[in-house]
């Protein structure tokens, strides 16, 4: 079965840390590959996305993901936190094949401490 | 990125009326939309997909009489909530097409059913 595991429920780092939010998905083919940030009572934003090519996608706001086929995982990442980033983010997959169909994981809240 | 607006950000109805979400593409046609539900600190639900010109496919366990979608427009989606109920209170979010598959989200919509 199609599915999105974002294994973190939440995660704290301290403001100028690292952070990797990591993401595994099960699907039949290599599906577009997508992470979105959604701020308290916001819609969702697309911080990047992957769909063919080189495995490492850059994002905006510093943000970047690499895709690993080998591990069925696409990991966000970021090498200095702010505090703004404070936000759920979620990891998405997506097909098109006539039709489009989007899987979205549980999402992972992340807090930045001063 | 691609904008999309949803109207009214924020609406309270008393229970037994109806209530009309208006989703958006401001700079892009999108053929698709997708209409989702959101509980507090939950993922995603997807309700609906609504193409441009014809019905709404539904997914399973979304009334289809008590949320009508009406995809009117190539920028233009809608859903209406009828006789809603204190039940139906939730969090409402829109997304478009655009690209190649990617989503861009509406800011939603907060329904409060008292």
């Known amino acids: 079965a199609q599915s999105v595991t974002q294994p973190d429920i939440h995660i704290t780092v301290s403001e100028g840390a690292s952070l990797e939010l990591r993401c595994n998905y099960s699907y039949g083919a290599t599906p577009y590959l997508f992470w979105y940030v959604q701020s308290p009572g916001q819609g969702l934003q697309l911080l990047l996305k992957?769909?063919?090519?080189?495995?490492l996608v850059q994002g905006i706001k510093g943000f970047e993901a690499e895709f690993k086929r080998s591990q069925s995982s696409f990991n966000l990442r970021k090498p200095s936190v702010h505090w703004s980033d404070a936000a759920e983010y979620f990891c998405?997959?997506?097909?098109?094949?006539?039709?489009?169909?989007?899987?979205f994981g549980t999402g992972t809240r992340l807090k930045v401490l001063a | 990125g691609a904008v999309v607006s949803q109207h009214p950000s924020w609406v309270i109805c008393k229970s037994g009326t109806s209530v009309k979400i208006e989703c958006r593409s401001l700079d892009f046609q999108a053929t698709t939309m997708f209409w989702y539900r959101q509980f507090p600190k939950q993922s995603l639900m997807l309700m609906a997909t609504?193409?441009?010109?014809?019905?709404?496919?539904?997914e399973q366990g979304v009334e289809k009489d008590k949320f009508l979608i009406n995809h009117a427009s190539l920028t233009l989606s809608t859903l209406t909530v009828t006789s809603a109920h204190p039940e139906d209170s939730s969090f409402y979010i829109c997304?478009?097409?655009?690209?190649?598959?990617?989503?861009?989200f509406g800011p939603g919509t907060r329904l409060t059913v008292t």
């Open positions: 998405a997959v997506g097909a098109v094949t006539g039709t489009y169909k989007y899987i």
């Open positions: 992957y769909f063919s090519g080189d495995t």
């Open positions: 609504s193409n441009e010109g014809s019905k709404a496919t539904y």
């Open positions: 997304s478009g097409i655009a690209g190649i598959g990617e989503q861009y």
